[in-house]
């Protein structure tokens, strides 16, 4: 690999001196007051790559690990291993003319300047201590660039697996432009081993031209050692729509941030998000929207579903500048506890500077309903599956924001096995309205 | 079928049932009629398992069980069923999954091979048609935005295809017009037979003209006052219930 650019060197410089100048985000800090990064404290950041330095070897991934991973109905599957493309285990299989999805690192080799256009501009380092460990240390991650009016016909998965052989810590960098009126659907997963102590500290920057269109599902379903760290960033052209979902089921803690800059008249933005944790989990989620333009409008709606002795968060700020007229936004986070020793942090805010908004917020944190499941038991439902049921009913909200996409099933099911209602979900599915054809048959012509 | 001897029941430490005495074999549907705050939901509530009711003492035997030493689930699975004076709204779970669940587990728990979804669905179509009820509602979620009629109606359905023994009814025509209440009547007249007992509660006589009893029990300040055959419930109506309030705190 020949020796980086010297800007990206200057950049990676910088990163690293606003991480050292920084240090670990403290909870003292608003952002993240439920999300102490203790675990990450002794973990030796930057010693997964040397900054500007020659690649480590690539770990060789077990096919049958990455075909376990592929979700149904993907066009297409860039995998990561160990924070760098593994382009033997993806398949990019036929994409639209003039699409590029593959790994950060070779599009900076051979097309730098087109990277450098958007590199490090929609997520700065500035004041994000891990945003800049980021930028120091990233290895590689992944670029996708769709032309202007050019959709993307199915969803292309995204997987980062981490092994035994990665380092204390990878740095995904992930860059996304798209084009005017371009569309795309990206599932983002992110998995690795149980049994030893790991950090993954992604950065993912969406570029969003006018009138473009991305659906963004993030599945974290780390190892259960992990900490993991993701900050997604978007800035948003004129009616562009970013839609996200993110889901949180594994590592030891875990949080995923989202930050999304509706700076143009028309654009918006529905994040959305579904959290299960359980033992001593740590799941945080962390939204910024802020709307800069008039015409602007925002849904968010995160459900969590906290067990044992686990924690689960949801901060969200809502801005509304001066200026941004008829903006709507709405703000929603419910919380289920399944055990007395789980815990729920929910705090959304709306900070508005112009009067002629719509603006919305809401919070609960409750258990499961009394009445509910006495109705269920005297029904000869036994205890474990009345619970399992109406633990699934009340992800229902959230699960239906997945859309209709073949990957979402699978997805749905991820999250019933681990609320253990797996069969729930079974029997509803046998039992739903397309098996269903004969009561509302008519016979052809009969009087 | 069901035996109640000597019932005291507290709630928050509050005495609510005290001394109830009743009998009630298969085959017969007794009415259990008497004035707010006399017992009448507590009495529903403590057969069919309710947490936050203390029995202090007496016993209850089903079908020669002791019913107070089983869970709700256990109950329901013998045979017990409520029909609930306030069905409850389980929104994001289907009426027919519900139901399916149910179904199954009573027939697990008779060893009884579990009905597979066409199976299930076939029944579910008859009994609905039996208990006229909108085949639509089976795929709506449990009771949600149901009208007062339609989540009577749902409960009679259910109890049409748990075919229990006991069947419990708590005013089953609270918020009930006219038309609804003898469409609810109906599907409690069909489900009668030899081998049911019901006991239908009540605050009011009007039931009784469609839901004919053979036994009419008054139940007043915890424990049954006087009982009759259905003439008695004609009589009530007619004298009201102080009449038997004087009576008793004469006796």
């Not at chain 1, 609960?364 to 109705?375: E, I, M, N, P, S």
């Not at chain 2, 089903?62 to 709204?89: C, I, M, S, T």
């Amino acid at each position: 690999m020949t020796s980086e650019q010297p800007w990206l060197g200057a950049l990676r410089a910088r990163g690293r001196a606003r991480f050292e100048a920084l240090g670990l985000p403290s909870t003292k800090a608003e952002a993240w007051r439920y999300f102490p990064t203790r675990s990450l404290r002794g973990v030796d950041l930057g010693a997964g790559r040397p900054a500007g330095g020659a690649p480590d070897r690539l770990e060789a991934i077990d096919p049958a690990r990455v075909a376990a991973a592929r979700l149904p109905g993907t066009v297409a599957c860039a995998v990561f291993v160990d924070g760098r493309f593994a382009a033997a285990a993806s398949d990019l299989g036929e994409l639209p003319a003039g699409v590029t999805i593959g790994s950060l690192a070779a599009a900076l080799a051979n097309d730098p300047e087109r990277v450098r256009a958007h590199l490090g501009s929609v997520a700065p380092s500035e004041g994000a201590a891990l945003v800049a460990a980021n930028e120091s240390w990233f290895a590689d991650g992944l670029w996708v660039d769709v032309p202007a009016n050019t959709a993307v016909a199915g969803p292309v998965q995204v997987l980062f697996l981490t092994t035994d052989a990665a380092g204390p810590a990878t740095h995904p960098r992930n860059v996304v432009v798209m084009g005017r009126s371009a569309e795309l659907t990206l599932v983002l997963g992110w998995s690795g081993p149980a049994g030893r102590a790991y950090a993954t500290n992604a950065v993912t920057e969406l570029v969003l031209g006018d009138n473009a269109t991305l659906r963004l599902t993030n599945v974290e379903d780390e190892g259960a050692g992990a900490t993991h760290v993701h900050h997604v960033q978007a800035r948003q052209g004129r009616d562009s729509t970013l839609r996200t979902f993110a889901l949180s089921l594994g590592g030891e803690s875990a949080r995923t941030s989202i930050r999304a800059e509706l700076g143009a008249s028309g654009a918006s933005c529905h994040l959305d998000g579904l959290y299960l944790a359980a033992g001593a989990q740590r799941l945080d989620h962390y939204t910024e929207v802020d709307h800069q333009a008039p015409h602007t409008a925002s849904n968010q709606y995160y459900a969590g579903v906290i067990d044992d002795k686990a924690v689960g968060s949801y901060l969200g700020v809502v801005f509304i500048r001066e200026g941004a007229a008829k903006t709507d936004a709405s703000q929603l986070n419910k919380n289920l506890l399944l055990a007395p020793g789980a815990t729920a942090n929910s705090k959304p805010q709306l900070e508005i500077d112009h009067d002629d908004v719509k603006a919305s917020h809401g919070t609960t944190v409750g258990q499961l309903d009394d009445k509910a499941l006495f109705y269920l038991l005297s029904r000869a439902i036994g205890p474990e599956e009345a619970r399992g049921i109406l633990t699934l009913a009340f992800a229902q909200d959230a699960l239906s924001r997945l859309g209709d996409d073949a990957y979402a099933a699978t997805l749905v099911h991820r999250v019933a096995a681990k609320l253990r209602a797996e069969a729930v979900l079974d029997a509803e599915a046998e039992l739903a309205p397309g098996d269903d054809d004969d009561d509302d048959a008519t016979p052809e012509g009969a009087e | 079928m069901l035996s109640i001897s000597d019932l005291h029941v507290s709630v928050a430490g509050k005495p609510i049932l005290k001394g109830l005495t009743l009998e009630v074999a298969a085959g017969e549907v007794a009415a259990i009629m008497g004035p707010n705050g006399s017992g009448k939901s507590t009495l529903a509530h403590v057969l069919s398992g309710k947490p936050g009711y203390e029995v202090t003492s007496g016993s209850v035997t089903f079908k020669g069980k002791d019913l107070l030493g089983l869970e709700a689930h256990e109950r329901a699975r013998e045979g017990v069923f409520l029909a609930f004076q306030y069905p409850v709204e389980i929104p994001g779970v289907s009426n027919a999954y519900f139901l399916r669940a149910a179904v199954n587990a009573v027939r697990a728990h008779r060893e009884l091979p579990e009905l597979d979804a066409v199976q299930f669905l076939r029944r579910m179509r008859e009994e609905m048609k039996r208990v006229k009820m909108d085949a639509q509602l089976a795929k709506r979620e449990v009771n949600s935005g149901f009208s007062g009629g339609e989540k009577k109606r749902n409960e009679i359905l259910q109890m049409a295809m748990l075919d229990p023994s006991l069947a419990i009814l708590d005013e089953t025509d609270s918020g009930l017009d006219i038309d609804a209440l003898k469409a609810v009547s109906d599907g409690v007249n069909l489900l009668r037979g030899p081998d049911r007992a019901m006991v239908v509660i009540t605050h009011y006589q009007r039931l009784l003209s469609y839901i004919v009893p053979d036994q009419v029990h008054v139940l007043l300040d915890g424990r049954i006052a006087m009982s009759g055959g259905k003439e008695l419930a004609l009589e009530l109506e007619e004298k009201g219930y102080d009449w038997l309030r004087g009576d008793a705190a004469a006796a």
